[in-house]
């Protein structure tokens, strides 16, 4: 085996295509039952609905643009109509609300990059020294809490406002949709399964295969115990081993990394390219990898923070909404807040609604943060009764609000594959080091032979938290291996 690619979501898919492409010999290790990791499409009543990635984050310089543009895949939004409810019901005028809103992102936009300061800090200071957000305090607060939960900045230590600098987004349409097809059409274009399945290329994924463990070599480590895999498929491991062939022999055969997965079966390869997120590298990097990973790495591992982030789609009986598509950005009061009981806090963390394209009777309600940490342990029927109680606060004073039918929550961060939504510069990066580059940056066997290399989303330089940098990293990955295969520098 050339190369393992531990993790098949968008990245490791990337990068599994374009090794098979090059005629590397591959295999995917995924933990999960599917494919596709942080991008996860379900069937929903007669369509379908994504409960990770739904949308393609702009056109220029964006690879699943690329991708799916020539296949009609992608669809573009209508115009959507805003609505700012306050927690009390009353709504806040549609001109008066966008205008607090352009002045919070204006002093975003603004502000100095150069320093060690979170998004969050900037919006609250602007509602203090902007004297139009001073005309009505208690409202501009209410909005700057929805702004930076809208944006996820993560509160005082949260999200770095240098890291808006090296995040580069994609010119164009922000949210391009699926066309009810649902994101996970990406994984089938990329697997060539898009349009006649037939057509799908014949790459080694195995499904339920948790890697607990990667010994790698590098010129320093310590010999690590040896496994040892025949050609027809048997398996021993030892504490050493005694080879005998021949110098040309080890040339060709000799494999660097070997890996063990949770069911006990064990992989060899002369690579490997971990796609796993930050948050499941925070929890597992110590014990996955022997020998340790550098501090460097582990420093960055430590710094960059996850985003956790969670949809809760909620089906009605029919739309009560009178605009489509509409959103609506819940900015609350702390009076209301209260009148949630401690069980129901994680309520008033919810920040905002959508309407869902071609699903007609639904909304997406978002949540983040502490509120949906919590969320996620609350059983389904209390999400929903939750979610019902919410409704009624904020929308019976002015629209009749039909019958909730069933809701769909998602959990990404208690998932153990994923620990969250993406991840994200923080102040602790600017502070104490770090960030997508020296993540990004692969371990070496003998100074030049990339025997450890590091994709995912978290690992793209400037277009990290997407799919589209997902995308790009694993074909950088594969590129850095087949440009060593090629040089034969293995
Ligand atoms: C709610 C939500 C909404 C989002 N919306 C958008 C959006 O609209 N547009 C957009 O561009 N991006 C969006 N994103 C971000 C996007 O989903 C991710 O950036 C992207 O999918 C990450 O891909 P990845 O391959 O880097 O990581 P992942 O998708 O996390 O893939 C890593 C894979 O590794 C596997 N794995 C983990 N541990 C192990 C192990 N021990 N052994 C083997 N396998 C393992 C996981 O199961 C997973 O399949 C959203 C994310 C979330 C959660």
């Not at 643009?65 to 296949?71: G, H, I, M, R, S």
């Not at 790698?216 to 480590?221: I, P, T």
């Not at 498929?233 to 060709?252: D, F, P, R």
Request: proline fraction near 4%; charged fraction near 25%; glycine fraction near 8%.
């Amino acid at each position: 085996m050339d190369v393992i690619v531990v993790g098949c979501g968008a990245s490791g898919v990337a990068a599994l295509r374009r090794l098979h492409d090059a005629g590397l010999k591959v295999v995917g290790l995924e933990a999960a039952d599917r494919i596709g990791g942080r991008i996860c499409t379900v069937e929903y009543g007669e369509g379908r609905l994504d409960v990770g990635a739904a949308w393609c984050h702009g056109e220029k310089d964006n690879i699943v643009f690329e991708l799916a543009n020539p296949l009609d895949l992608l669809g573009r939004p209508n115009p959507d109509h805003q609505w700012f409810v306050r927690s009390n019901g009353d709504l806040v005028p549609e001109d008066q609300g966008k205008a607090i809103q352009d002045t919070l992102s204006q002093a975003v936009e603004a502000a100095d990059k150069n320093n060690a300061k979170s998004i969050s800090e900037c919006v609250r200071d602007a509602t203090i020294s902007t004297p139009s957000l001073q005309q009505d305090p208690h409202l501009s607060a209410s909005f700057a809490e929805w702004f930076e939960r809208s944006n996820h900045a993560g509160g005082a230590r949260g999200k770095s406002l240098r890291g808006l600098d090296e995040s580069w987004g994609c010119e164009g349409e922000f949210m391009l949709n699926w066309k009810g097809r649902g994101y996970a059409t990406v994984l089938d274009v990329m697997l060539n399964k898009h349009p006649d399945p037939t057509q799908q290329v014949p790459i080694q994924i195995l499904l339920n295969k948790e890697v607990t463990s990667i010994k790698w070599r590098s010129q320093a480590a310590a010999a690590p115990l040896v496994h040892v895999q025949c050609r027809d498929g048997s398996l021993y491991a030892a504490k050493s081993l005694i080879v005998t062939m021949s110098v040309g022999v080890l040339k060709e055969r000799g494999e660097l990394v070997h890996v063990q997965c949770r069911d006990g079966s064990l992989y060899a390869a002369k690579s490997l390219i971990v796609t796993m997120s930050v948050g499941v590298l925070k929890e597992r990097h110590a014990k996955l990898f022997n020998p340790p990973l550098p501090a460097e790495k582990v420093n960055t591992i430590n710094n960059l923070q996850m985003c956790v982030l969670d949809k809760i789609y909620i089906e009605f009986t029919k739309p009560w909404w009178p605009k489509f598509p509409s959103s609506f950005a819940v900015l609350w009061r702390p009076e209301d807040k209260d009148k949630f009981s401690k069980e129901e806090r994680w309520i008033t963390e919810i920040y905002g609604f959508n309407t869902v394209e071609y699903q007609p009777n639904s909304l997406l309600a978002w949540i983040y943060g502490e509120g949906a940490v919590e969320m996620e342990k609350v059983s389904e029927d209390a999400v929903k009764a939750g979610v019902i109680k919410l409704l009624n606060v904020l929308f019976s004073k002015e629209f009749e609000v039909t019958p909730v039918k069933s809701i769909l929550r998602s959990k990404w961060a208690s998932n153990p594959f994923a620990r969250g939504a993406y991840a994200y510069r923080s102040v602790t990066n600017e502070q104490h080091g770090g960030g997508a580059i020296t993540l990004s940056e692969p371990l070496y066997f003998k100074d030049n032979f990339p025997i450890l290399c590091f994709g995912g989303e978290a690992t793209s330089h400037h277009r990290h938290g997407a799919v589209h940098g997902a995308i790009e990293a694993g074909f950088r990955e594969a590129d850095r291996l087949i440009e060593a295969f090629i040089k034969g520098i293995y």
